[in-house]
T-cell receptor
Framework: KQEVTQIPAALSVPEGENLVLNCSFT??????LQWFRQDPGKGLTSLLL?????REQTSGRLNASLDKSSGRSTLYIAASQPGDSATYLC?????????????FGKGTLLTVNP | GAGVSQSPSNKVTEKGKDVELRCDPI?????LYWYRQSLGQGLEFLIY????????KSGLPSDRFSAERTGGSVSTLTIQRTQQEDSAVYLC?????????????FGPGTRLTVL
């Protein structure tokens, strides 16, 4: 059974800092890995999706990497801003008959202080 | 275009009552998913609908939970005889298909509180 772990559970940084969020998964047989942002009362917003054949994806100040063999992904946020404050979730999609299911980590609560 | 919508946004009910949660997926999306997010827990898969195929109900925690999808569009998640442990945020998502590379788009969720 796939398990996804996110470290740290919470992180507080001053504005302008670069930061890294970590995600690990136990089964490396994945279709893709996705990073989401969750704001209170607003559901989940997809940030980056990395296919299993890719090693990284970039969008603006965000860069996500994937090392499938070691079961790890990182989300790098450059020059953090107070508006980046949210919970960040990592999710993987596996193979097999239920390849539509996403398995989520518990998230990292990020606070960026002005 | 319009995203996934869910109603109500908040629901407070008494233990033992039945509740219905509604999800309107993005137009044209054939796949629809329900997840549950309990306090301090990750999102937990509940049920999956794809077109006219039989739904995957493997994630439903008990037989008090059921869901239907009418006309391949709107879905309703019903919880009968609610218990306090049912308190959670229930999230709905939709996507074009169940391809391994597809992105799921999430609604804002319904926060259910069982007193």
């Amino acid at each position: 059974k796939q398990e996804v772990t996110q470290i740290p559970a919470a992180l507080s940084v001053p504005e302008g800092e670069n930061l890294v969020l970590n995600c690990s998964f136990t089964d490396s047989a994945i279709y893709n890995l996705q990073w989401f942002r969750q704001d209170p009362g607003k559901g989940l917003t997809s940030l980056l999706l990395i296919q299993s054949s890719q090693r990284e994806q970039t969008s603006g100040r965000l860069n996500a990497s994937l090392d499938k063999s070691s079961g790890r992904s990182t989300l790098y946020i450059a020059a953090s801003q107070p508006g980046d404050s949210a919970t960040y979730l990592c999710a993987v999609k596996g193979y097999g008959g239920s390849n539509y299911k996403l398995t989520f980590g518990k998230g990292t609560l990020l606070t960026v202080n002005p | 275009g319009a995203g996934v919508s869910q109603s109500p946004s908040n629901k407070v009910t008494e233990k033992g009552k039945d509740v219905e949660l509604r999800c309107d997926p993005i137009s044209g999306h054939t796949a629809l998913y329900w997840y549950r997010q309990s306090l301090g827990q990750g999102l937990e898969f509940l049920i999956y609908f794809q077109g006219n195929s039989a739904p995957d109900k493997s994630g439903l925690p008990s037989d008090r939970f059921s869901a239907e999808r009418t006309g391949g569009s709107v879905s309703t998640l019903t919880i009968q005889r609610t218990q306090q442990e049912d308190s959670a945020v229930y999230l709905c998502a939709s996507s074009f298909a169940d391809l391994g590379t597809d992105t799921q788009y999430f609604g804002p969720g319904t926060r259910l509180t069982v007193l």
